[in-house]
């Protein structure tokens, strides 16, 4: 017999945030960089996405890399060196096969600790999320460590200057833990949504069972990363404001009740029009864009663990994130922010 209460407290335990952690590689990639080698500038970036300069991993460090950092920031915040179960939202794992949430457990000292994969694009951390809560609530974890983390500059094609100048490496991630509904650091109803029909319009073409199956081995640049931005937009902005609504009305709470919107930090035109929407003033939407630029499925909890670690985000706020990425997917929840101590730096590689 399963024996709940060793883990959990049993069915429909809500779950809170214990510790927050985000990290960044140190080297910086601005917008003039990439216009001595791309037809774009500073300005066409700036106008068009609010992006001034990302950071880009160095050659030989993986997702993993940064995945460990950012979960050894948020164990440390918690206060904690063991969990239930360890989750990575992630779209650049090291390897296709297998999930690379086991390798970042391992390296965390977390060996046999069961560690599964999230793919969800830009949605990935808020369907990590959803995850973690569930395990909490079902009873199967009292703990649960989610890392998203991103190289998306291993899968940029160099000569696309629609998607090179977007994207940025980075990770973040929160240490979760089983409480009663109203707790600092809760998290409110996951509010989830996908639409397939959708799916060729942020993709990596080549390398899955498509292209392999098909026998032909992949056209050139086929491996890269492709976004059709301005189809995606337009979908972006609809989405990201209806699940806002949606999870807010789930959560029992107004708009006037939110301390802070933390949007995917997808681009600075979609983040402005999702507030306008929403009725949320500028001074309180938070932003990280300029400086990391799209950071995909680590975007929230980058913007997050920043925002809390310089004192813009306290304990008891209230916070909504919300969503949209490739799948195409979307998401939104409220956190009561948590009384903890986010732990955010710089990535140093192993060895330097
Ligand atoms: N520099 C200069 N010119 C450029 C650049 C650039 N870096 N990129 C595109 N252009 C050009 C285009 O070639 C085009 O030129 P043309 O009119 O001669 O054909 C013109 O600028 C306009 O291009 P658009 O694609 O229409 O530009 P838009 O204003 O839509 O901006 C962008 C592009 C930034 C990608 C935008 O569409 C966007 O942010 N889309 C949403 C992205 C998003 O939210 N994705 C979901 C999450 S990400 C994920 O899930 C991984």
């Known amino acids: 017999m399963v024996d709940r209460t060793a ?11 214990l510790g927050v952690g985000g990290s960044l590689p ?8 990439l216009a001595t080698r791309l037809d774009t500038s500073d300005e066409w970036i700036r106008s068009r996405t609010g992006i001034g300069a990302r950071r880009w991993v160095e050659p030989g460090t993986a997702t993993s890399d940064l995945a460990v950092d950012a979960g050894a920031r948020a164990l ?57 809560v569930g395990l909490i609530a079902s009873g199967a974890a009292r703990t649960v460590l989610l890392i998203a983390a991103e190289t998306f500059s291993t899968i940029l094609d160099p000569q696309d ?15 979760l833990g089983a409480a009663g509904p109203g707790a600092p650091g809760a998290v409110g109803p996951c509010v989830l949504g996908s639409d397939g029909i959708g799916a060729d319009l942020i993709q990596i073409p080549a390398g899955g069972s498509r292209q392999r199956s098909s026998g032909l081995a992949a056209a050139p640049g086929e491996h890269y990363f492709k976004m059709r931005g301005k189809e995606v937009f337009r979908q972006a902005v609809e989405r990201m404001a209806e699940v806002s609504l949606d999870a807010l009305a789930r959560a029992g709470l107004t708009v ?8 995917h930090q997808a681009n600075m035109r979609i983040c402005a029009a999702v507030a306008h929407r929403l009725g949320v003033p500028e001074d309180r939407v938070l932003a990280n864009l300029d400086e990391v630029g799209n950071t995909a499925a680590a975007s929230i909890p ?14 008891g706020d209230q916070v909504l994130a919300v969503a949209f990425g490739g799948g195409l997917t979307w998401g939104a929840v409220t956190l009561a922010w948590p009384d903890a101590v986010a732990s955010f730096g710089t990535f140093v590689p192993a060895g330097s």
Do not use: W
């Not at 140190?26 to 960089?33: K, P």
């Not at 200057?161 to 240490?175: C, E, Y």
């Open 7 to 17: 883990r959990g407290d049993g069915p429909m335990t809500g779950a809170v945030v």
């Open 26 to 33: 140190g080297r910086v990639v601005t917008n003039d960089d």
């Open 76 to 132: 440390r915040s918690a206060g904690v060196s063991t969990v239930d179960a360890v989750i990575v939202a992630t779209t650049t794992p090291d390897r296709l096969c297998p999930a690379v949430a086991p390798e970042v457990a391992a390296r965390l000292g977390l060996v046999g600790t069961p560690a599964h994969d999230v793919a969800a694009v830009c949605t990935g951390f808020l369907y990590g999320l959803a995850n973690g």
């Open 161 to 175: 200057r629609g998607t090179a100048v977007i994207f940025g490496d980075g990770a973040g991630a929160v240490v």
């Open 256 to 263: 006037g009740d939110i301390d802070h919107l933390a949007p």
């Open 302 to 315: 980058v913007l997050l663990a920043q925002a809390a670690a310089d004192g813009r985000v306290k304990a």
